[in-house]
């Protein structure tokens, strides 16, 4: 575990040293959290809620908001993760699962049910019960989700619209406070998922999503915007 938390130190510069790169992009990713983002309740319970607000041309948003570029979004969100860490950290599909691993298994830190979507007219979410894995205490095995949404905004300005993006950690017992402290969590774990968050959101500036590996959604839904979908995908991406 040592020498996993100087890699996270490592990563952590790596992003920063990224974060003052300035790129052109199709779109404008401002970073929203609130300043108390991670919360830990007394029980040990922690939810984190990282937000960032994209601002796009309306025909770009009318293009890729349907339920294709939802799960897109959802594999483009794991894509990074094993990117932006070179490739040490990795996800390793299974039926039903998804696991992200250090290097390879045994090395299981994380490890996911099957996502769950949520499509509605100007909202949608698609959601993954945490399982187990090395970086969750035994107490809180299954007990906790990774979420990401997207909310349309209203208030954008002529030919533009503000879409509110969030990714969200709730319910979840780290295995770092349980077993050192809760600051020993905070100043590590924690500090590096909102490190790694942050640079994901940005990231999405560029409106470049990648292509899920199954396609659940592959055909686009006829109507979205006007419609309600709520699926439970039982098949891995």
Not at 196 to 208: K, P
């Amino acid at each position: 575990m040592a020498a996993f938390l100087a890699f996270l130190a490592g990563l952590s510069a790596l992003i920063a040293s990224r974060r003052r790169r300035r790129v052109r992009t199709p779109a404008q990713a401002a970073i929203v959290s609130p300043p108390k983002s991670t919360v830990i309740a007394r029980d040990g319970a922690v939810r984190s809620a990282q937000l960032a607000e994209l601002t796009l041309a309306e025909e770009d948003w009318r293009r890729m908001w349907n339920a294709t570029n939802l799960e897109n979004l959802a594999r483009t969100y794991w894509l990074f993760l094993s990117r932006v860490t070179l490739g040490l950290i990795r996800v390793v599909y299974g039926e039903n699962e998804r696991s992200v691993v250090f290097l390879a298994r045994p090395l299981t830190l994380l490890r996911f049910d099957a996502p769950e979507y949520v499509i509605e007219r100007d909202y949608g979410s698609v959601r993954w019960q945490i399982r187990d894995g090395l970086l969750v205490a035994r107490s809180g095995r299954g007990c906790g989700f990774l979420a990401l949404a997207v909310t349309h905004l209203e208030g954008g300005s002529e030919g533009r619209v503000r879409v509110l993006i969030e990714v969200e950690v709730a319910n979840f017992y780290p295995a770092i406070a349980a077993g050192f402290s809760v600051p020993a969590y905070e100043v590590t774990q924690s500090a590096i998922h909102v490190l790694v968050t942050h640079a994901f959101l940005r990231s999405l500036a560029r409106l470049d999503l990648a292509k899920s590996k199954v396609g659940r959604f592959a055909v686009p839904h006829p109507d979205v915007r006007a419609a309600v979908v709520r699926v439970r995908d039982r098949v891995h991406k």
